[in-house]
């Protein structure tokens, strides 16, 4: 079993910046791709970004490209997402979650987070 606990939301500006954090128990992530979804009220939850076990190899949506960076400290067994520039449309619930391989689908991903509210004002 994973055990996946995001942190760092909240309410932020229109142009602020917000770092969530998602902290691994139980097995081992460090093998693991871990991705990062959003869901907005009423709509689908979303692809937001993934990095590979090493950090070597990222992908993200075009929405938030240049704006968005996911890190990972594998000593840790901790996932970063650092949001820049964040937009209204940026607010959702963010999840982490661990999956075998990159991909943007959320069927590819089998242990999640509880999520974390991001909140953007304008």
């Known amino acids: 079993q994973v055990q996946l606990v995001e942190s760092g939301g909240g309410l932020v500006q229109a142009g602020g910046s917000l770092r969530l954090s998602c902290a691994a128990s139980g097995r081992t992530v460090i093998w693991s791709v871990m991705g990062w979804f959003r869901q907005a009220p009423g709509k689908e939850r979303e692809f937001v970004g993934y990095i590979t076990w090493s950090g070597s190899n990222t992908g993200y949506t075009d929405s938030v490209k240049g704006r968005f960076t996911i890190s990972r400290d594998n000593a840790k067994n901790t996932v970063y997402l650092q949001m820049n520039s964040l937009k209204p449309e940026d607010t959702a619930v963010y999840y982490c979650?661990?999956?075998?391989?990159?991909?943007?689908?959320?069927?590819?991903?089998?242990?999640w987070g509880q999520g974390t509210q991001v909140t953007v004002s304008s």
């Open positions: 979650a661990r999956g075998g391989r990159p991909s943007r689908a959320v069927a590819d991903y089998n242990y």
